[in-house]
Structures are given as C-alpha cells and as structure tokens.
C-alpha cells in the first residue's frame, strides 16, 4: 500500500474537499438552471447526495488527521479551535446577509442561482465547523481512555457513516424512520456526552475561559442550524443537502456535548480551588518525594515542607525548629521562618510553654511516639496553633510550628496531608543521609582494599631455600587485612634466616604493626646477629614503637645447610613443632621465651633462651601461627597442639607442599564450613633432604 | 563472652573473670584493672578458675599494667588458670613476669608473705 507523507495527505485532502465542493456546486447549478428554463435531462438527485457523501468524508478524515496531529494542544485551545470555526462560518452568513440587504430590491437578490451559490458556501463553512467540532470532542471525550468509551466512540462513527447514505435509501423527509434515525443518534450523543473527565483539569481562569468559549460554540451551532433550514423553507427548489441525518446528527451531538461542558464548567467552577490544591498538593508531595539531589541539602527539603504545609492549611503564620544534635555537634536554631518577627515568635513561645497541650511537650521529654498537637492559644492574632515533630533515623530532628489567626483552624483533611508531608520529608533526609554513609563506606572500603593489596605483598611470594631444604608457606587472614608474618632471607648459599611472627589483635592496627616488624626484620637480619641477639634488638626497637598494650610474638631461626644446623630462639611465638626422622616422632621445641614488646628495657635478655639442633634427611619443621592451635569448631573446641602433632606424625614422608596442604585442610575440616575463621592462620613446612 | 566480678576481702581485691576474654571484650578487663589500680589497695588478686579462654588482646591487657604494678609496688596474683590458658601464659612468657598459683590459697599466701 502506498503511504503518503503527512503533510501531503492534508493538502490532498483540502484539494479534494475543494474540488468536491465545486463539482457539488456545479451540479447543483446546473440542475437548478436546467429546472428554472425548464430543460430535458434532469440531472438525477443521488449525484448531489454521493457527492456531499464524499464531501463529508474528506472533510472527517482531514480534521481528524490534522487533530491528531495537534495531539499535545491543550483544551483550551481545542475548544478555542472549534469555537473560532464556529465564529467563521457564522460571521461568512451574517456577511451573505448583509450582501442581501444591499442587494434589497435589485433583480440579482431574487435570483435563484447566485441564492443556491451562497447556499453551498454556508453549507459547506457550517459542515466544517460540525466535523471539526464533533472530532475535538472526540479528543476531549476520549482524554481519559478506558476500553468502553473508545468502543463507543468507534461505534458513533460507523453509526454516523452509516447515517450520510440514509438518505440515498430514505428520499421521504422527517418520515417515521429519518426519525427513528435522528433520535437514535440524539441520544447516542448524549450518551457519548457524560465524558466530560478533562474539565477539572482546567484552572480557575481556564475554566472561565472554556465557558465563554463554550457559549459562542452553542450560539453558533444554534444560528447555523436555525440559518440552514430557513433556507431550505423559502427556497424549496434547491436540493435539500441540510436534510441528511449526518448532519442534523452532528449538529445534536455538537450542540449537546457543548452544553453539557457548558455547564459542567460552570458548575464546576465553585470547587475548581479544591482541586487546585490537590493538585499543587500532589506536586509538593512529589517535590518532596525526590531525594535530595546532589548539591542540595537538607535545609531546601525543609524549606519545601514549610512552603507546601502553608499552602496546604493557609497557613498565616510559621517556622522551623532545628533542636540540637548532640552527636553531630550541631546546634539547635530557627530555620525557614515565615510572616512573623523574631519578637513575635519568642512571645508566642513563651504563651505556648504555659499552655496545655503544648507546655507538656515543649517543656518536657520529647515525646516518642507523638504525631502531633494542634490547639488554640490565649493569643491576640493567632488563635490555633499545630506543632508536628519531624523525624529522621528515629530521633526528633525539629519541630514544625504552623499558626493561624482563626480559631480551630486545622481540620482533619489538612492535619493528615502535613503530617504526610512531614513523613515524606523524613523518608527524603534518612535517605539523604544514608546515601552519604554509603557513599562513605564505599570510600572506606576502597581503602581497606588498598590496605589489603599493600599487606599482601607484604608477605613474600617466593621462599629462600637451597636443595637441602624444601619450604612452603600459607596465611589467611580472618578480616581483610591481618598480623601474621613470616619471612626467609638469604645470608649466602648455605646460610638462610627464617622468621615467623604473630602481632597481637587483629584487623587493621595488627597489620600496621606487622608492617614494622618487617622493617625490623629486614634491618636487623643484615647484621648476622646469634637468634637471642636479633630478638633482643628486635625487642628493644619495637619497644619504642608498639602501643602500650601491643606485642609481637615470633621466632627467629638461622639455618646452616653446610654444618646441618639450626639454631632459633622464641619471643613468646608458640613452639616449634619438629619431626625428627633418627626418633620417629613429632615434638614441640619448648625453650623459654617472652613476647616482644612485653618488657621494655634490657632485662629483657634475660627471659630469652637460644636452642640449637643438627637436622638430618627427612626431618620436618612446622612454624605455625597461634590461629592454627587456638581453630574452634562449632562446639567450641580447639584444633589443639595434640592434633598438629599427630598430623605430623602421619605426613612426615610427603614432601614439604603436601605437608602444608595436609594441615590446613585438616584445620579447615575441623572449623567447618559455617564458621567465619576469628583469628589468622599461616603455616610454613620446611623439609630436609640432604 | 565475659563477667568480671570485683570483690573486696581483707586487704585485698579479687577480680573474678567468668567467660573469654578477646579483643571485643578486653576494654571491659582494661577498666576493671584500672578501677582497682586507683584504689588505695596494695594487692590485687585475679580468680581465673572459671576463664575458659584468653586472647593476645587480653593478655595485652595484663602485660601493658606490669610496669605500673611495680611503680605503685602492688602485689598481682594470678590463680586457678586451666592447662590452656596457663599454657598460653606460659608460651607467651608471661609466667615469668606475673606470680601465678594454683589455689586461692596459695595465691594469699604468697599475697601476704611477702
């Protein structure tokens, strides 16, 4: 199917209608020229119908086009549409008639063609108003769509096709069934009249306006009808193009749907402010409802509080308590105060702290639970008062003061629409200020993970060893971020420093701390110190570090791969396990020992022992961390020194990864799934082979 | 979990701890050293016959007042510590620096004698 542009199609449609127009003119006067002389060939009737047919047609589809088209307009200017056509077509007739009463007494004003020539000039303006008229308030009909009033309307425009070829049937005039036909369509037009849904959207002056519109429409409407048919009774010879039930239909359903809003309006106007006020009630409510946007703050949502409870109660007088917010250090002021003087509102508080019911709450403890107080006041202009606290987070944040000078000036209506208003204001500030803990708990987030990244790598990702020793390392950290510390450096190829530490808590101060102890590490290990020496120096640098009641407990090893020696001493770190291959079981090392940190000052040589031993091929050393023993399962129990040890006893031969795995399996194993690990784990398995 | 019950008796305090002690509840003991610490007593007793478990963060607690019991001279004892808690102390170093008996009674007795 072609498909023609838009703008095309109305110009089409206006060529056409023209064209019909003249066709139907000139059929017209021909035959009334052919009758007038009394020629042969009377041009039959029925041209003249199908072709005001077709006439009607172009015209409904153009108008209906070109209102669709203005689908946004407002009803005003819908109204303001038709009533001007309306206005056109009745000011051409008046100048017809005036051209006549010019014309008085001239042979051309009684003649027959130049009369049937503006005939079809009304006809045609008056057929443009009604089509025009009846599509407008199609728009306005089907406003409010509902499934029922479009199957209406759809149905009132076959009814009305139907109507224009009623009169190639029935050639009989105002018989029984034009009747019929006629009233049938009265009353669907006032059936199709009742959607009058959009007049309360009008405005006060908008109504005002729809009503002086209105009433041109129905003179109009009512002056061509009347102008249409005089003219078919004094000039019986013409073609009666006005007696076609299409017309007469749409000038009821015109005339009826412009008195019915004509009236409705009118009507409507005494309550129009009512609903005016919902109206800017519902915008407020939406204002009020829309959190508060980045670059705003708190005080503009309490100042659109203020501005819509004034509105919504008529409010004379009012103001803004901000009480203080002790923990946000904030102090208690006025904000937002409106058509009263600092003096006036210091006098009114100190009536309203002697009057009851307000003295009991504005003297008092802030009443919980209390929505609001609303009483009259031994005032000289204002007579009632209604105090509504404000919440948020489910402390007072304020009091909202509103005063009138009539007495019992609240009703029931404006007391509930404030206190939902001063609840959407709540909702909007919590939401507010969540939205700003979110986003500062993002930030902290961000810096935890940063904290995260720096103590990961804190830890080393490769192990020092020779082919005398296997090593394997593992650590878990219970928070993002933990204490646990271990460490292998290289003196030369034979000779190698192992260090694993535990500082005390856990979170973010135990991983600052352990971050010193690396420091410490690293600078003392370079020295080449004896185990005791290095914990002694290690002691005595942290001891100016740590916080008072911090400490770091590990344990120090150099390993001699030349002589098969290991020498180690303990600051308070748990013992040593060690599997020896010449005994054939596991033991703890248990040498004496004191946590770094403890004692502050040089006596602090003397709680430390150094212990050495010759390893052999085979021999299996585990350092491990106090989170590996001290493991809880979900009845409370520890893993335990005696389960560590076991497990050793039975994966001794397995190299030093396996050995690892094996353990911390078996840790997890025995936590369980449901528990969250309280504390941190690492491990590391150094095996011996040669 | 932690109860600390502080009594007087002669010219001595106890501290009884009932439950753990760990990094969420160390403040508690914290305080309650430092109430009997502005006391006027010169002996300070702790009953741990019923402390299930102790921390780094709770032994932090005990090893940060070891330098003011000295200063004021005040006699700490601790007594009825279970096999693991002991040992914690114990691995720690701490029983080196803090007395620690098995008996309310040997912990007087050593209160008093010296």
Redesign the interface.
Known sequence: MVKLPNIQRGKIYIMLAILTWFALLFVDLVRLFGEINQMEGDISREITWILEIIFFIILYLYFNDSINKNENSSFLNLIWRAASTGLIATTTSFLIIYFYYLLAGSRLSDDPLLRNFFYHVNFALTSLFLISAALLWKHLILYQKSKAVVQQWQAYEVILLISMFFVLINQESYDYGFMFGLIFLVIYGVILSVNLKWIPYLTFREKWKSILFLAIIIVCTAYLLVQLVSYNQKNIDFVNLSENLFLLGLFAFVLIYAVFSFLVTLFNLPTSSVFEQKLTEAISFQKLSQSIQPGENEEQVLDILMDSSMSAAYVDAAWLELHAQEEEDLPGKILHQKFISNGERQELMATLKKTEPFASYLNEQKNGKLEYIYGKIPHETFQSVLIIPIRANKKILGDLFLLKEVKDGFNKEMINIISTFVGQTSISIENYRLLNEAIRNERYREELEIAQRVQRSLLPSELHHNECFEIDGFSAAADEVGGDYYETYSFDRDHFALIIG?V???GTSAAFNMSQMKGVFHSLVQLNLSPKDFLTKANSALSRCLE????I?TTYYTVNTIEKEIHFAR?????TLYYSREKGAARFLNI????L????NESFEQ?IEEGKLHFQSGDVMVLYT?GIVEAKNEIGQ?FGYDNLRNLLDLNYHLPAREIRTKIIESVFAFVGKEILPD?DYSLLAIKFKA | MLSINMTGARDHLVIALNGEVDASNSVELDEVIQEALSGSTQKILVDGRNLEYISSAGLGVFMSYLEDFREKEVAFVIFGLNDKVMNVFHILGLDQLIRIKNTQEEAEESLYDA
Not at chain 1, 548 to 551: C, D, E, L, P, R
Not at chain 1, 571 to 575: E, K, Q, T
Not at chain 1, 592 to 595: A, Q, R, T, Y
Request: one cysteine or more.
């Open positions: 535990d005390s808590g856990k008072k009641n911090n400490f407990t600051a308070g770190h748990c013992p004496k020992g004191m946590g940190g403890i004692v502050r709680y106090d520890e504390d």
